[in-house]
């Protein structure tokens, strides 16, 4: 039987319809890829294996959609206590090579955060569990929806026997929740060969700044990762018959990490500010027309006051403004209970996320100078050592470029709704290597709502936000095509 | 055939023979005790049974050497979760009861401090190994070792058929490492009955502070133990969508824990030093005939340099003035890696050691008066909570009694010189329970050497302390039948 090709307007209705008759599958889909337990941050070679079948699991579905998937190499990390981890292969994929048509190419991520039942999950992270049109599960958002979003608008053309409107590219990683280890370098390399036809690359791993209205994304925040470790031996001590007589580790480090910010958190390492860019009057303007209710994400977040009192402070000071937190401490007891010990040798963890036009290389240098300015005024017989171990630059994108003009209308389309321009206080590096490398237009296109909890406890993705993303994304090729 | 009874010193001769030709049973014995991984510090369940094993296995051990052994029911322990644990029974054992001898009671522990492989331990913790003549082992030396080394004492009168010169009565407890929990009521209870004839109660649970020359310990500090809990909410944040506008809970607790204490290691808090007893000349004095190299205290506890550099100064902050330890934080990340996490919620965790006349109940009012100062200080938007919950009081003791006498006399049998007359900076809360309600003169004869690393990764006894110590308790029974 012959199909006539159908009216842009007409094959937008049949594929909305395709996607609303499939969607419970596309929740299985999610569900089997939620199961992974694909953790690129903690080292273990067990969960490397789970990273290494779920490239293979993703490698797969695309080959089945009609796809092209070339699983790259990409060696193994190497960490400071000798052990070696292989990293997950990165995908590259293709549909279409139709030199009239638009080629656009999305990033995606497959590894997640750590997620541990005990640490306040109401339902098992590993098992993705729907509760009121919720999806919940570790990776729910942060990416494997997204991912699997952009793959059902694909797949939802091939099931209706429809030439995609534009051609697609996939660019798929397992590391990024560790810093996209060794991934510059695959863009470096593919420059001249994968990249060469890639007209626009999307990425969709961020969330709205509401419950209910989309977003387009012009910016990202970088981020700096800092360690700084002291020791006063490698075994530990008992308190009662040390305690006194001993610089104690901890008391160096609870002093260093309470000397990099205020409680108005401000931060207070000298020079920090220089470079963060002066705000104009016309940026300064934009914040006004974001659609944040306080009242509903006070709600939303459970945090009963933020460090400030309105719309426009709090979202400068997500999106603008550098903030340092500090996340934990390696070495010292922190399990229930009462354990005497002094710790003989302690890691303290903090990072600082970056704005333009911040620099990660300027920020290491103020940061170590800082902390051996505080050390040394301590007097301590102990050994300091500062590392940054992630450095990470900011992204910002002209957002008067052809596909944020495309998602516009796509949004309109799916929603019936304008989006709200925002950045992203989180760290997406990819986005800042394929502007400096690719030198394409880069735009980010979330699909998740605010409160989607992303490296928390309880991630989730709504059922509407994942079925809808399908859709926007189809609605997305059709009006590339139109604008190409 | 009939054994004459054989006379004090021939006795002791061929006691110290058969506790020498029966060593290695007796290392045997406390690797079958090492091995029980009676850990009472970690609120889990298993552990709870590793305990109760371990106390069985005990009684038993005393049964077989003809004590009648009471196991008294210590009830439940109801943590903040709602859950409920066992608490081990406590072991009230007696051999002989002659109106004629005195009667020595010995109080000894069987509960262990937390260990795990993966923090250090060079061999597994809970299997007893040998390496030149150290046993290492978790309990080994606190306190499995020496309440085997007075067990075997007992058991060589027995071996050789010859009558105990004392009557001996046993109180083993199985939670002196989580704050001798319900102990203090048995033995207020056991006073009209068990403890009626009891005339002098020993305790062997510290270390000596030279690794060759015994001691003698007439005091130990108090230990008042906080947590400190900051929230926001139960929940983490992501610290790309939230930092910059929350007051996180790690830097004010951060700022909290810093207030405590100074790089010269003086506490900060506001009359912490206000009824610390005042040095006299006298007791300055009893600190330059302690046998310290400090040279070599600093070989074998592998610090560099301490606080202070004298021998004296180093003594007294151990003994007799208070000090202040950051043991850690619960619900921050404490991983290797890189997670990008603001702690919802924190606890951290500190103890001081109280030194006569200080009192739990005053510190404990100083360092919550003191934390609500600096937390309302900071105007934090979040919540703080602050619990003592450990306040154990110093012990010291009239050394000029009898059994001080006795346990001088046999040191210098056993080891052929004057003990050092010590304090201990560490807590054994059961001197100062026994000292208030039996009202009876209380001694520390600890066997340990000074590198024993107590509560530390690869804690160990000596073979020698272990065999040595063995005879020092039968050459002390008998040095006390002699002065009765």
Same mark, same amino acid.
């Given at each position: ?23 419970? !599958? ?10 992974? !337990? ?79 039942? !005990? ?65 510059? #370098?695959?863009?470096?390399? #593919? ?43 490698? /075994? ?76 426009? #402070? ?103 709704? #304008? ?19 690719? /030198? ?45």
């Amino acid at each position: 039987m012959f199909l006539s090709p159908a009216t842009p307007s007409s094959l937008l209705e049949k594929v909305f319809q395709h996607i609303d008759l499939h969607q419970d !599958e596309f929740v299985q889909m999610l569900k089997e890829w939620v199961a992974v !337990e694909s953790d690129s941050v903690q080292p273990v070679p067990r969960l490397r294996q789970e990273l290494l079948k779920m490239m293979d699991m993703a490698a797969d579905k695309l080959q089945r959609l009609g796809a092209s998937v070339d699983l790259v190499d990409m060696g193994t990390q190497q960490f400071p206590d000798g052990q070696n981890l292989p990293i997950p292969p990165t995908i590259l994929a293709e549909l279409g090579n139709d030199p009239k048509k638009p080629t656009v190419c999305f990033y995606g991520h497959l590894d997640v955060q750590p997620a541990n039942k !005990e640490d306040g999950w109401l339902s098992d992270p590993y098992t993705l569990t729907e509760v009121d049109g919720k999806l919940y599960g570790r990776g729910a958002t942060d990416n494997k929806g997204p991912v699997l979003a952009w793959i059902n608008a694909v797949s939802a053309f091939g099931a209706l026997d429809q030439d995609l409107p534009v051609n697609v590219k996939f660019i798929i990683e397992g590391m990024e929740e560790a810093g996209s280890i060794a991934l510059e #370098e695959v863009v470096r390399r #593919e420059k001249q060969r994968f990249f060469s036809s890639v007209d626009y690359i999307v990425i969709s791993d961020n969330l709205w700044v509401s419950r209910r209205k989309p977003a387009l994304t012009y910016g990202t925040r970088g981020n700096s990762y800092f360690t700084v470790e002291v020791k006063c031996r490698d /075994q530990d001590f008992h308190s009662g018959t040390f305690g006194g007589i001993l610089n104690e580790p901890m008391a160096d480090l609870v002093a260093l990490l309470g000397s990099l910010v205020d409680s108005s958190g401000h931060i207070l390492i000298p020079g920090i500010y220089d470079r963060v860019a002066p705000l104009t009057e016309e940026e300064k303007q934009m914040y006004k027309s974001i659609d944040l209710d306080l009242r509903e994400y006070r709600n939303s977040t459970q945090v009963e006051k933020f460090l400030f009192d309105t719309k426009e #402070e709090i979202l400068m000071h997500l999106w603008r403004y550098p903030s340092l937190s500090i996340h934990g401490i390696e070495g010292a007891f922190d399990e229930p209970g009462a354990k005497t010990v002094i710790p003989g040798r302690v890691i303290g963890k903090f990072s600082i996320r970056l704005v333009p036009h911040m620099n990660a290389s300027v920020v290491e240098k103020q940061v170590k100078w800082h902390l051996e300015d505080i050390f040394s005024k301590r007097n301590s017989s102990n050994q300091m050592a500062v590392s940054m171990v992630l450095g990470l630059q900011p992204w910002i994108a002209d957002i008067k470029d052809n596909q944020y003009l495309a998602a516009k209308r796509a949004i309109r389309t799916v929603f019936g709704t #304008e989006p709200d321009m925002i950045r992203d206080g989180s760290t997406i590096p990819i986005a800042k290597i394929f502007q400096d490398i690719i /030198q394409k237009s880069v735009m980010m296109l979330p699909l998740g709502a605010v409160d989607d909890g992303e490296h928390s406890q309880n991630e989730k993705i709504n059922r509407w936000n994942y079925i809808e993303g399908s859709k926007l994304f189809a609605a997305f090729f059709l009006e590339m095509a139109k604008l190409h």
